[in-house]
């Protein structure tokens, strides 16, 4: 397993994030969903490594990122896209993403080809060397893939990552990330239904800080039409019957 | 990861920081400052290595230094500003060395501007110079100041991020080398160590570092003070990952960070502080010598030895000679020199030669400030030689050369070598002997004789209207010279007595 939590709590002062979470992944696509507040971001940041849990057991990619030489370990096959990307405008699109290569030890006589890589996968290559104060949201999410993926990391998070994307980049997207989890324990945090029908093998949803559903696409969608739930979509009805389900119980 | 990798990765990194820094967008507004500034403020000064290389420690700090702390608190808060903290925190690389990185390439750009400015202002005095060569302690002093200034704006930075930060960080570095200014201006013993350790204390006299090594004692203490400066703020900006966390979570957070680093932040705090303190301690003891601020721990006597020159003369049966530093004001201090010495030639007591001799020279006033030029000059020896110094109150090499073409910078000059031929004292000022009035109007009736372009003041006014002494230097001034002569070598002695009246000038 490359993801491993057990009983895993986050706090902020008096606010539980995170509610005693316990979860394992493997490759594959897991698709973390829930609503605002529901623990995604704080959960993504922890398994990031950017957050310590405040209880619980955390192991990742076999190793225990509290310990400073394993969290290097874990971070250099690690890949992070946040849900509001952060970037220095005066960075082309190719030294940004070379910038994080390089922070990410990827071996240096190794990073132009993965640059090159990485920016052909998000199909940015004809604005390769534009700034990015030049370039439109949607093409700034792909440079913050771009930067997530540089490193061929071994788990990958991303929060709302096709956010801004247009409908033809969001295909690629899945696609990316479909090819990503053939090898790569890859999360993707996101409100979008659709791209978890997608793309992920796996569906966990969260809810108050807990994780109230664990199953594939299919079986979130069984539960929409054996339920209670609400939309347009099946996955959408088995989304809104379980978060009524859980709000019942709690 | 091989030893080679992991050093190329992190140069990497700086070439990219270098590539993109900020700073390079300031580059011609620094170079443009420096020129208006440091640069044409040194082309006023004399052609004397040491005394154009102190527009490095009183003009281009004070220019470098503010905008060095601004830029570099705007690159420190960017992780802030700019939201990257999140991703940044999940790359490999801890924040110091991303942070050395960004500082470095802060630096880089700064010190090249500032290299780039002193190089610009050495190869200015090179072409001029007559004598010496560049005082590399001023660079020093000025590389180690403008990194201390960028080191306090990037811990700023870093530790508030903000839009704000950056301008307070310059409007605050430029504040606090104000307060150094002008505390090292009233600078004299006994005067505060902040002053002493600021770097303008280092401007010299007009002739520091020609006829004696400047030591460079001061020096040393204020790199000494601010590196420690430095050392200490990498320290704080090594252990800020745990400063911010609660006390609670202070072990965890140790843990976070890593134990060495906290270690090796700690031990940089301590070796800044130590540094810092010793060079306050040390700058406490200085004491003025010949050679400038003398630290006794880290002063060498061999430099307190005069410096050998040749002295460069002009003129046949009277010299003027100058020091070879000084040899662009020979012309004129021998234009100068030559018709007062014609003018007063076979009288008793009259020059045979002008030389040039170090300022102060070891003489202090009561609060023991080395005296300039009055010490010195004068009429001493037998045969009497006309000594002067480089910064004398009349005729001072004080300017770029050119001033010394003025007429009025001649006959300040003559008034500088009659006023103690005619009076008989070798040295006026110094020895509180105000001249007679007869005495002050003989030696404006042969200044205003030999330059009478030149309007001079009366100087030694003692109970006579300024009136009654002009007419009475009028009236001697239009005689001629065999007869203004022929009255002096009957009358000089009693003049130098103080028994001539006004009235008993011709």
């Known amino acids: 397993m490359n993801i491993e939590l057990s009983d895993i709590t986050r706090k902020f002062s008096r606010n539980v994030a995170v509610d005693g979470v316990t979860l394992d992944a493997g490759p594959g696509v897991l698709g973390l969903l829930g609503p605002n507040g529901a623990g995604k971001t704080s959960l993504l940041r922890m398994l990031a490594t950017i957050l310590p849990p405040s209880s619980g057991q955390l192991t990742l990619l076999g190793r225990d990122p509290r310990k400073p030489a394993d969290r290097r370990e874990i971070r250099r096959r690690l890949g992070y896209l946040p849900q509001s990307l952060g970037y220095y405008p005066s960075f082309t699109v190719v030294e940004f993403i070379e910038y994080f290569a390089l922070l990410k030890e990827v071996p240096p006589h190794l990073v ?64 990316l990330i479909r090819d990503l989890g053939q090898t790569a324990t890859v999360i993707v945090s996101t409100h979008l239904v659709e791209d978890v029908g997608a793309a992920c093998s796996e569906v966990a949803l969260m809810s108050d800080g807990k994780v109230v559903f664990r199953g594939t696409p299919q079986e979130l969608t069984a539960r929409g039409e054996a339920g209670q739930g609400v939309g347009d979509a099946p996955l959408e009805r088995g989304y809104s019957a379980i978060l009524s389900a859980a709000r019942a119980a709690s | 990861m091989t030893a080679v990798a992991l050093s190329r990765g992190p140069a990497r990194v700086l070439r990219i920081e270098i590539r993109r820094s900020v700073v390079l967008w300031s580059v011609p507004l620094l170079l443009g400052l420096f020129y208006f500034d440091a640069f044409r403020t040194a082309a006023g000064l004399p052609p004397v290595w040491t005394v154009r290389s102190s527009a490095i420690t009183t003009h281009m700090i004070a220019d470098f230094g503010p905008f060095a702390a601004g830029l570099a608190a705007w690159v420190a808060s960017r992780e802030g500003r700019r939201k990257t903290g999140d991703l940044l ?55 180690v100041e403008v990194a201390t200034f960028a080191v306090i704006g990037f811990t700023a930075g870093a530790l508030f991020p903000g839009r704000f930060t950056a301008p307070l960080a310059a409007i605050g570095t430029f504040l606090l080398a104000e307060i150094g200014y002008h505390a090292a201006l009233g600078v004299q013993p006994g005067t505060s160590t902040y002053a002493l350790l600021s770097p303008s204390t280092a401007v010299p006299l007009g002739d520091d570092g020609v006829f004696y090594h400047v030591a460079p004692d001061l020096a040393i203490a204020q790199v000494m003070f601010m590196g420690g400066i430095t050392i200490a703020l990498l320290g704080l900006l090594t252990l800020a990952p745990v400063f911010r966390l609660s006390y609670r979570e202070f072990w965890s957070g140790v843990s976070r960070v890593g134990r060495w680093l906290c270690v090796a932040g700690v031990a940089l705090l301590a070796a800044g502080v130590a540094a810092s303190w010793t060079a306050f301690a040390l700058t406490g003891t200085a004491r003025l010598g010949v050679s400038g601020w003398i630290i006794p721990a880290l ?60 300022s102060g020279n070891g003489v202090r006033n009561a609060q023991g400030m080395r005296i300039a030029g009055l010490a010195t000059a004068g009429l001493s020896g037998t045969p009497p030689v006309y000594t002067y110094t480089s910064d004398n109150p009349t005729a001072p090499f004080w300017g770029s050369p050119g001033i010394a073409d003025t007429a009025f910078w001649g006959a300040g000059f003559q008034q500088e070598l009659l006023t103690p031929f005619i009076t008989g004292s070798n040295n006026t000022l110094l020895e509180g002997n105000v001249p007679t009035p007869a005495q002050q109007a003989v030696v404006t009736a042969l200044t205003t004789a030999l330059s009478p372009q030149a309007q001079l003041s009366q100087g030694f006014i003692n109970g006579q209207s300024p009136g009654r002494i002009a007419a009475a230097a009028e009236r001697f001034a239009s005689l001629s010279p065999a007869t203004r002569h022929a009255w002096l070598a009957t009358h000089l002695p009693a003049l130098r007595a103080g028994t001539i009246t006004l009235d008993q000038l011709p």
């Open chain 1, 112 to 175: 132009p080809k993965a640059v090159a890589a990485a920016v052909e996968k998000v199909d940015l290559g004809p604005r390769a060397k534009s700034k990015l104060r030049t370039l439109s949201g949607g093409m700034l999410r792909r440079v913050g893939i771009a930067q997530a993926i540089v490193n061929e990391p071994q788990l990958a998070l991303f929060d709302e990552p096709t956010a801004g994307l247009d409908p033809e980049q969001r295909v690629a997207f899945r696609a």
């Open chain 2, 89 to 143: 925190a999940t790359t490999v690389r801890p924040a110091w060395a991303r942070q050395a990185s960004a500082l470095g390439a802060t630096l880089f750009w700064l010190l090249l501007t500032f290299l780039a400015g002193v190089a610009a202002l050495y190869i200015d005095v090179a072409r001029q110079a007559t004598w010496g060569g560049p005082p590399l302690w001023p660079v020093a002093v000025g590389v």
């Open chain 2, 299 to 358: 002063h060498d006597a061999a430099s307190d030895q005069p410096v050998p020159y040749t002295p460069d003369c002009a003129g046949t049966s009277f010299k003027v000679c100058v020091h070879p530093a000084f040899s662009a004001y020979l012309d004129a201090a021998n234009m100068a020199l030559q018709p007062v010495a014609a003018e007063i030639a076979g009288l008793p007591g009259a020059p045979v030669r002008a030389g040039q001799v170090a």
